[in-house]
């Protein structure tokens, strides 16, 4: 049949009511509306609702795609849909939200009649997912409110006053054999010495090699005097302690260490970026030292790495950052091995969200939206780092510590979200590596039900 010129249709005429563009997969509802099947979805996936976007008419049993209709735009528009399809199937949210919307097209035998019915299966399969993700809340959440417990309860059962904040001029006896303690195996039985000596802050920055081997101190290990004289340098020039582990360090730099551990968890590429020009000697050369791969016996400030080491590093930082968070958190691990633990679970789960982000950058056609996304993400750094560098500094120090302990123990359970997301939105693809994790997944969720099964009996 053919169309005279005034009865053709327009591009206008076959547009989408949400997008208001050409539409995709037009998928019409009982109400007559017609819409992009995933503006559809993103509809469905928002409001949690079974109505049409524009009349809000409940449509029952499943949409399907109008093939009428989606043949018609693809004879009258066949580039603008094409041109528009890549563009959808770019979105990074593209996957998991067709893939959700789809699983709602069950069985004929087990669909029900009414929106309402498709509402409460989808809180069915919401509540059985749940209860593992509830778990883990609920774990990780009291293991911070008892950290967070134990260092309020420190403070009125410990000194008040740690070293990383106290000066060494006003250090007493017990504080110096404090320090003693802290330097390792090797100064082990010297604190006794130092104690009963009476050798307090003062006294400490005004020893000098020969006084440590003569008694009452007796240090006949020469390299134990080398070792006690380096130190005490580094006293004489920080006036306090340096901090040895995460929660020195945060005793000595709150806010510091509130935006380190806020931003290695959220953009930890930004982050280590920042920290080579303004934290360069505390905080990136350990980094760096810690996750090289060549053996050397130089000190950390001593070291010269070869230039292959500095390419392996960018290179890691680039495509897997928190490989190199882990790798550093393993080398620590023997300070505390609960922070340790919570530390090494979020970097695993979310390397591997990392790595199933490079299909889309490689296959899919992401690199050609790089630029636009790290200026996105650049500018969203900035402006939440500005806001909470601007926060923590007039908040009280009680709010400060809450806020710490739980961006830090509940990093693995946001981690656990952004895993899931990942492999839900590849659902409809072979993917062998996301086959097996998911096997994984489906078998421990079994065996995790039927240990609950056989304790109810």
Same mark, same amino acid.
């Given at each position: 049949?053919?169309?005279?010129?005034?009865?053709?249709?327009?591009?206008?005429?076959?547009?989408?009511?949400?997008?208001?563009?050409?539409?995709?997969?037009?998928?019409?509802?009982?109400?007559?509306?017609?819409?992009?099947?995933?503006?559809?979805?993103?509809?469905?996936?928002?409001?949690?609702?079974?109505?049409?976007?524009?009349?809000?008419?409940?449509?029952?049993?499943?949409?399907?795609?109008?093939?009428?209709?989606?043949?018609?735009?693809?004879?009258?528009?066949?580039?603008?849909?094409?041109?528009?399809?890549?563009?959808?199937?770019?979105?990074?949210?593209?996957?998991?939200?067709?893939?959700?919307?789809?699983?709602?097209?069950?069985?004929?035998?087990?669909?029900?009649?009414?929106?309402?019915?498709?509402?409460?299966?989808?809180?069915?399969?919401?509540?059985?997912?749940?209860?593992?993700?509830?778990?883990?809340?609920?774990? =990780?959440?009291?293991? &911070? /409110?008892?950290?967070?417990?134990?260092?309020? #309860? *420190?403070?009125?059962?410990?000194?008040?006053? !740690? %070293?990383?904040?106290?000066?060494?001029?006003?250090?007493?006896?017990?504080?110096?054999?404090?320090?003693?303690?802290?330097?390792?195996?090797?100064?082990?039985?010297?604190?006794?010495? =130092?104690?009963?000596? &009476? /050798?307090?802050?003062?006294?400490?920055?005004? #020893? *000098?090699?020969?006084?440590?081997?003569?008694? !009452? %101190?007796?240090?006949?290990?020469?390299?134990?005097?080398?070792?006690?004289?380096?130190?005490?340098?580094?006293?004489?020039?920080?006036?306090?302690?340096?901090?040895?582990?995460?929660?020195?360090?945060?005793?000595?730099?709150?806010?510091?260490?509130?935006?380190? #551990?806020?931003?290695?968890?959220?953009?930890?590429?930004?982050?280590?970026?920042?920290?080579?020009?303004?934290?360069?000697?505390?905080?990136?050369?350990?980094?760096?030292?810690?996750?090289?791969?060549?053996?050397?016996?130089?000190?950390?400030?001593?070291?010269?790495?070869?230039?292959?080491?500095?390419?392996?590093?960018? #290179?890691?930082?680039l495509l897997v950052p928190y490989y190199l968070i882990g790798k550093f958190t393993l080398k620590w691990l023997f300070l505390n091995y609960w922070v340790g633990g919570?530390?090494?679970?979020?970097?695993?789960?979310?390397?591997?969200?990392?790595?199933?982000?490079?299909?889309?950058?490689?296959?899919?056609?992401?690199?050609?939206?790089?630029?636009?996304?790290?200026?996105?993400?650049?500018?969203?750094?900035?402006?939440?780092?500005?806001?909470?560098?601007?926060?923590?500094?007039?908040?009280?120090?009680?709010?400060?510590?809450?806020?710490?302990?739980?961006?830090?123990?509940?990093?693995?359970?946001?981690?656990?979200?952004?895993?899931?997301?990942?492999?839900?939105e590849g659902e409809g693809d072979s993917n062998p590596t996301r086959d097996f994790l998911l096997w994984l997944w489906r078998k421990a969720k079994m065996k995790f039900?039927h240990l609950r099964i056989q304790r109810r009996f």
């Amino acid at each position: 049949m053919a169309y005279r010129e005034d009865d053709s249709l327009s591009e206008q005429d076959l547009q989408c009511s949400c997008c208001f563009e050409l539409m995709v997969e037009p998928t019409t509802l009982n109400c007559g509306h017609s819409f992009c099947r995933f503006c559809l979805a993103r509809w469905w996936h928002a409001s949690r609702h079974c109505t049409c976007p524009e009349c809000r008419q409940p449509w029952s049993g499943f949409p399907k795609v109008n093939i009428v209709l989606r043949k018609t735009i693809k004879i009258l528009f066949p580039k603008e849909v094409a041109e528009r399809q890549r563009n959808q199937e770019t979105s990074p949210d593209y996957r998991s939200v067709i893939s959700r919307f789809d699983a709602l097209d069950i069985k004929p035998t087990q669909r029900s009649p009414s929106s309402h019915d498709h509402e409460v299966q989808f809180g069915q399969h919401q509540q059985m997912g749940f209860s593992f993700s509830k778990i883990i809340f609920i774990v =990780f959440s009291i293991l &911070g /409110i008892a950290m967070f417990t134990y260092q309020v #309860l *420190s403070l009125f059962m410990g000194q008040k006053d !740690p %070293l990383v904040r106290k000066s060494v001029l006003r250090w007493s006896r017990e504080d110096v054999a404090k320090w003693l303690g802290s330097l390792g195996d090797w100064a082990e039985g010297y604190d006794d010495r =130092f104690q009963a000596a &009476g /050798i307090d802050g003062n006294l400490l920055l005004s #020893l *000098s090699e020969y006084d440590l081997e003569d008694p !009452p %101190l007796s240090i006949a290990v020469s390299y134990h005097r080398r070792a006690l004289i380096k130190e005490l340098e580094t006293l004489k020039t920080l006036g306090v302690k340096p901090p040895t582990d995460l929660w020195e360090y945060k005793a000595a730099y709150p806010v510091r260490a509130m935006l380190l #551990l806020w931003g290695l968890r959220e953009f930890p590429r930004l982050t280590v970026v920042y920290t080579f020009f303004f934290y360069h000697q505390e905080v990136f050369q350990p980094l760096l030292y810690y996750t090289i791969e060549t053996e050397t016996e130089e000190s950390l400030y001593e070291v010269t790495l070869p230039s292959e080491e500095y390419l392996r590093f960018v #290179l890691r930082l680039l495509l897997v950052p928190y490989y190199l968070i882990g790798k550093f958190t393993l080398k620590w691990l023997f300070l505390n091995y609960w922070v340790g633990g919570v530390v090494l679970i979020y970097c695993i789960l979310m390397t591997l969200v990392e790595c199933s982000k490079l299909k889309w950058l490689l296959m899919f056609g992401g690199w050609r939206e790089l630029p636009t996304l790290c200026a996105r993400i650049t500018t969203t750094a900035f402006m939440n780092g500005l806001f909470q560098l601007v926060l923590w500094q007039f908040l009280p120090t009680f709010i400060c510590d809450i806020a710490f302990y739980w961006m830090l123990f509940l990093a693995p359970y946001s981690a656990w979200h952004c895993f899931k997301a990942r492999l839900a939105e590849g659902e409809g693809d072979s993917n062998p590596t996301r086959d097996f994790l998911l096997w994984l997944w489906r078998k421990a969720k079994m065996k995790f039900q039927h240990l609950r099964i056989q304790r109810r009996f």
